[in-house]
């Protein structure tokens, strides 16, 4: 074979040698080129998929948020989201039927200045302007702002209102009843002295002596009745009582209906020792205590009155006796209304006694003392000056 003219037989070799070389680079350079159509059919492929599951996501995220969006919509009670300022970003249904319009872009605070009514003495309740009651919840958000929840308890306060009335007219009834148990002392004693103005040779100043203390007796009825009647209103006023003074008007309304064999003594630990009370209620109810104790006793007895303030600055008063006591099984119940023991009682003293203390912010209980029983009203005591 003869090589062209001016080229010479290295120059031949290297020029196929660059040939073999530029054949093999297209070699290479095709096959990348395969590869890379490949890679990029793949990653194309991965794209359609990732495109459609995203827009299956989308799908999904809108649909959920049209079922969210129904849901609040739909709820019987309204939602409110408020902003970092607290005006109200969206509202549903129930929200705009419940507080009416404006809502959107108004102040939270101006919207229920507009809307509710007054205080409904239950305090989870607000009553609005359009009557009916709703119970307002609020919670913040974790991006900011607030969501208030509003539910219509209109419904459910009528019945508690209805509920608080019943409990009432119970509370009426048992203290009607109790009223009767709550004068017996007086009422002795009124016609206790007024049976000694019959009797013959009667000096004047023993008749004017027995009149005096009728008609004391008679005026502590009538107090008793009033305050008994301003109790079951809540009405009974209050002040500051020396727990002395309460002792002592107990003790003397006691003195006349001492059998012999009784011994009453009175103490005071802490002569300054006042509580805040309606002291007609208070002394009647530590006079049915003491009464208690009389009525259960059947011979010698020592009855015992004692005021004394606690070490948490407490007030205290105890009403203790030797006599039989209260059975350990009956301890339970004596405080229940129209429970008794005694065939001619109508088991509502005991529990007068407590509801009057529990007006009076206090407690009452039956301690054990080993000897007879031993009653402990607790009170809050006055702040000494």
């Known amino acids: 074979?003869?090589?062209?003219?001016?080229?010479?037989?290295?120059t031949l070799e290297r020029a196929g040698d660059t040939h073999a070389d530029l054949q093999a680079a297209f070699l290479a350079f095709g096959s990348a080129s395969e590869q890379l159509s490949e890679a990029f059919d793949a990653l194309r492929a991965q794209v359609a998929q990732l495109r459609a599951e995203l827009s299956e996501a989308r799908a999904g995220k809108e649909h959920l948020a049209a079922r969210l969006a129904a849901l609040v919509r739909g709820l019987?009670?309204?939602?409110?989201?408020?902003d970092a300022r607290e005006k109200i970003q969206e509202c549903n249904p129930?929200?705009?039927?419940?507080?009416?319009?404006?809502?959107?872009?108004?102040?939270?605070?101006?919207?229920?200045?507009?809307?509710?009514?007054?205080?409904t003495g239950i305090a989870e309740h607000t009553e609005l302007s359009s009557g009916r009651f709703v119970n307002i919840s609020r919670r913040h958000l974790s991006g900011g702002g607030e969501v208030v929840l509003l539910t219509d308890v209109t419904e459910s306060h009528l019945m508690q209102l209805i509920l608080h009335r019943q409990q009432r007219l119970l509370t009426m009834g048992e203290l009607a009843a109790g009223l009767a148990h709550?004068?017996?002392?007086?009422?002795?004693t009124a016609l206790l002295y007024a049976s000694q103005m019959t009797l013959p040779d009667r000096s004047r100043e023993d008749l004017e002596r027995c009149g005096e203390r009728t008609v004391g007796s008679l005026k502590q009825l009538d107090s008793l009745v009033n305050d008994m009647l301003a109790f079951a209103h809540g009405g009974a006023a209050r002040e500051p009582v020396s727990v002395s003074a309460l002792l002592e008007q107990v003790a003397q309304w006691l003195r006349p209906a001492l059998r012999r064999g009784v011994r009453l003594t009175i103490r005071t630990q802490?002569?300054?020792?006042?509580?805040r009370a309606s002291a007609p209620s208070l002394v009647s109810a530590v006079l049915n205590l003491a009464t208690n104790a009389l009525q259960a006793a059947a011979a010698d007895l020592d009855l015992e009155l004692l005021g004394r303030r606690t070490e948490e600055g407490r007030a205290q008063i105890v009403v203790s006796d030797n006599g039989p006591g209260v059975p350990a099984h009956l301890r339970e119940r004596i405080f229940e209304p129209f429970f008794t023991t005694r065939a001619r009682g109508n088991g509502i003293g005991l529990a007068i006694v407590k509801s009057v203390v529990e007006a009076h912010l206090g407690t009452v209980r039956l301690v054990d003392s080993g000897v007879g029983a031993t009653f402990v009203i607790d009170l809050p005591a006055e702040e000494r000056a």
């Not at 129930?94 to 509710?116: D, I, K, M, N, S």
């Not at 709550?182 to 002795?188: C, D, E, F, N, V």
């Not at 802490?270 to 509580?275: E, T, Y």
Request: charged share 10%.
């Open 76 to 82: 019987p009670g309204g939602v409110l989201v408020l």
């Open 182 to 188: 709550q004068i017996r002392t007086p009422l002795a």
């Open 270 to 275: 802490a002569p300054d020792l006042k509580v």
């Open 1 to 10: 074979m003869l090589s062209p003219p001016g080229m010479t037989a290295s």
């Open 94 to 119: 129930a929200a705009l039927e419940l507080l009416g319009e404006p809502l959107l872009a108004q102040p939270f605070a101006t919207v229920l200045a507009r809307t509710v009514a007054n205080a």
